[in-house]
């Protein structure tokens, strides 16, 4: 009977090593071995992430951007499409245009994703509150963190969640210094500018009749150049989660000085389109494209917006600027913090807004 028993139980244990060997268990058991650390996303949330994320999938571009200037861009395994078509990103990552695309039209896809083996998710967070997305995260067991902004402390603070997550919390305190040293140089320097000649200026977001809205990141922006922002006036502004649209005829009644877009077709439509010439501003040619680099320097998911203020107001206050290069600048904030070393052609692409971001 002893030894019967003895039999029994030398199986059983056999069985449970087994078990134990399957490939599913040991890689729950892997996961149980990877390090991990808790941080608090831009939602407040508080995640449990692997203490030094290896294969990390950013499904808001900004998020790559992001990824990018920390240094840590060899991580990145999955992107959204529109990545592609930033030259500037190309330069970083080499093997852009092979690179996963597991985030389109707002929606995960989830065996994609699960293709790229990532251990990490970066979301924006209007994917976070879409309950269908998230629940394909949880279900496959991918741990998500949200990074995401919609004003320039946003912008800050999603700078210092980023940091957190790849351990670099030093450089991006110092990415957030620099914005913060740039932002405040023009507030100083547009200080000197009296209220009654400051510029009204109709900002166009990517298209020409979408625009911005009162306290968001773009306004900020312009509030900063010391220009007068019509949109933020008072008007026809129809606002969703993602855009702020408004109408020709509004436009027409805000009358502004001058234009700037932030996408050089949105600028060629308004200078060649019968319906915008009566406007002062075009009649004028008071349109201006703004810079592209790593991303469009004035958009609500600019990477560089104290690079957008400085541009704005060195382009309608050039006497308040006069000591500044703005190539040069240009030119040492890329190298900075992109390790960037970028040619003439480059740099007058970049602040011409023409050639730095792929045609769809």
Known sequence: MIVNKKIRLGLLLFAILGIMLLPGC???????????????DCMGREVVIPENPQRVACLYASTAHM???????????????????????SYKLPN???????F??????????????????????????NQGEVEKLDKAGIPWVVVDYAS??????????????????????GYDADVQKTLDLVTERVSQIPETSRIRVYHAVNEAARTDLDGDLCSQITDVAGVVNVSTQGGSLITDAEKTMTTLEQIYVWNPDAIIANDINATKYMLSDPKWSGLGAVARQQVTTLPVGV?????????E????????????????FADIDLAQTTRDYYKQWFDLELSDDDVSAILSGAGMRLAK
């Open 152 to 173: 320039l402390d946003g912008f800050k603070k999603a700078i210092s969640v980023t940091g957190a997550i790849f351990n670099q919390q030093e450089k991006a305190a």
């Open 295 to 303: 991303t469009r320097w004035c958009h609500p998911g600019s990477m």
């Open 67 to 89: 990824v990018t200037m920390l240094g840590e861009e060899d991580k990145i395994v999955g992107i959204p499409n529109g990545i592609k078509r930033d030259v500037l990103m």
């Open 305 to 320: 917006p104290q690079m957008a203020a400085l541009f704005i107001a060195m382009h309608f206050y050039p006497e308040q």
């Open 96 to 102: 852009l245009d092979s690179l996963s695309v597991p």
């Open 26 to 40: 040991q890689q729950q058991a892997a996961v149980s071995e990877v390090p991990t650390k808790t941080i608090v």
């Open 104 to 129: 389109q039209d707002g929606a995960i896809n989830i065996e994609e994703l699960l293709a790229t083996d990532t251990d990490l998710v970066l979301i924006r967070q209007s994917t976070a509150e």
